[in-house]
């Protein structure tokens, strides 16, 4: 057995440095190994594809269709006519008076109409969505009474006098819709309208606390819209809910009850309306809107157009497509398409 003698170490020699190399770990993933699906879209792929949305897209169409016009819906507009003929030339002058604003009007029936029947108002020209407008609330404020003096962003309708907060406080509820209606038939009879259910459930369970009151709503100099009962609390006044989910259109719609009785083709409704709302300032429309539903919500064509639209596009792309296949048909993958195997006219 040899011996081998190993050479001393010098002790002023640095010991070998360790070279860092930047290559990164080696993964199938970094180096796009995995297994992956390349579609070549063949002329039948793209033809089945363009019939499949054809046929999955036209039925639901009409079935939108179908069911959109199945809903009666009444709009009456009356903001012009609830004005007295005198006012008309100044209608700020006279919504802002302490005049009466009672205001009767008679509904036609077109339809039979099923309950529940819906009742909306709707405004035109209102800009719910204005930046300053939908930031002035205190959605901790309206959840929690320990947040009661948290008002930093209801700006300027944060409190009275500059001391005393108002719950719940800002624009958007200051200006909260109080125009009332109530229903009768010919017969004088009543038609009562339901206000429990008209908000989101989410809304009333999380957003809006059990334990929070109203306190110093509308005791301003300047009333912006209705006033709400102070031993009521928040979760269980659906109107005020209703109008805090502000709308993102100019134009829109609002729950403000539910009629439970059936109307027949036909029936008269005797309306009686509080013309309270200041519409007049800013050129704004008021519409009382009757309506039922269907398994797709309210009337709304829009949604079946567009299926049908969709649908009937897919359906001539497919036909154009196999007319193309059918009269110049064309080899897949051809080399000849390529542009080094033309010839220099171009063809």
């Known amino acids: 057995m040899s011996n081998v003698t190993t050479p001393p170490m010098n002790p002023n020699s640095s010991p070998p440095r360790k070279i860092n190399s930047h290559r990164p770990t080696y993964s199938r993933f970094t180096q796009q190994e ?11 792929y793209v033809i089945s594809a363009f019939m499949i949305v054809t046929v999955v897209f036209v039925p639901i169409g009409l079935a939108s269709l179908f069911a ?34 009672t205001c009767n009007t008679t509904i036609t029936v077109p339809k039979h109409m099923k309950q529940p029947i819906y009742v909306y108002y709707q405004l035109d020209n209102f800009y719910q969505n204005h930046r300053r407008y939908v930031k002035s609330r205190s959605d901790q404020q309206l959840r929690n009474k320990n947040y009661e003096n948290d008002t930093s962003t209801c700006k300027p309708e944060d409190s009275v006098n ?28 009543k038609l009562p309208i339901t206000k429990k259910g008209i908000s989101w459930k989410s809304d009333r369970d999380h957003k809006y606390g059990k334990d929070v009151f109203p306190k110093n709503f509308q005791n301003g100099s300047l009333i912006g819209g209705a006033h709400l009962n102070e031993s009521i609390p928040l979760s269980a006044q659906e109107d005020l809910i209703v109008w ?12 403000y009850g539910k009629i439970e009785v059936d109307l027949k083709a036909g029936d008269t409704i005797n309306v009686i309306m509080q013309n309270n709302y200041n519409t007049y300032s800013f050129n704004g429309k008021k519409k009382l ?3 039922t539903a269907s398994w797709l919500g309210g009337k709304n064509n829009f949604i079946g157009v567009a299926y049908l639209v969709i649908g009937g596009l897919c359906f001539v792309l497919a036909m154009t497509f196999t007319a193309i296949y059918l009269v110049k048909p064309r080899r897949l993958g051809d080399p000849t398409y390529l542009t080094w195997n033309r010839s220099p006219a171009g063809h």
């Open 244 to 255: 805090m989910r502000t709308a993102a259109l100019p134009t829109f719609r609002k729950l």
């Open 68 to 101: 959109s016009r199945h809903v009666v819906e009444i709009v009456n507009r009356y903001d012009d006519y609830c004005a007295p003929y005198g006012s008309r030339s100044d209608k700020v002058r006279f919504i802002q008076s302490d005049a009466d604003k």
């Open 289 to 291: 809107v009757l309506s």
């Open 34 to 44: 995995l297994p992956a699906c390349k579609p070549i879209l063949t002329p039948t």
């Open 162 to 189: 500059g001391t005393v907060p108002i719950v719940p406080c800002g624009l958007v509820a200051w200006s909260m819709f109080n125009d009332t209606f109530s229903f009768s038939t010919n017969n004088n009879v």
